[in-house]
């Protein structure tokens, strides 16, 4: 999961923040083509929106296969600016 700088989404009737874009991998032929699926999370981890991304061409092509070139891939079709890893919240959970 990545932390993005904060875009305006509507959900359900209200318009919310997507902060957090998470994106996993469902298909990819290992030649031409690789198919993502991705999810943009508010604060509190609720999906806000959701869609895939496909690769291909020169774009797949010139993937090294690694997981923060996908990212920036998939974050520049979808206009996100990726400000750093999400990193979740420490709870803390006092005794009852």
């Known amino acids: 999961m990545k932390a993005i700088e904060s875009i305006k989404l509507w959900k359900d009737g209200a318009i919310d923040s997507a902060t957090i874009f998470n994106m ?3 298909f990819d032929d290992l030649s031409t ?3 993502f699926y991705y999810d943009l999370y508010n604060d509190a981890l609720m999906q806000l929106a959701d869609g895939k991304i496909t ?4 774009d797949y092509q010139n993937w090294d296969d690694s997981n ?3 990212y920036a891939f998939a974050a520049n079709q979808l206009n996100l600016v990726i400000t750093g890893e999400y990193i979740p919240p420490i709870v803390d959970e006092q005794p009852a």
């Open 24 to 26: 996993y991998i469902s």
């Open 33 to 35: 083509t690789a198919v």
């Open 55 to 58: 690769m291909s061409g020169s």
């Open 68 to 70: 923060d070139a996908a």
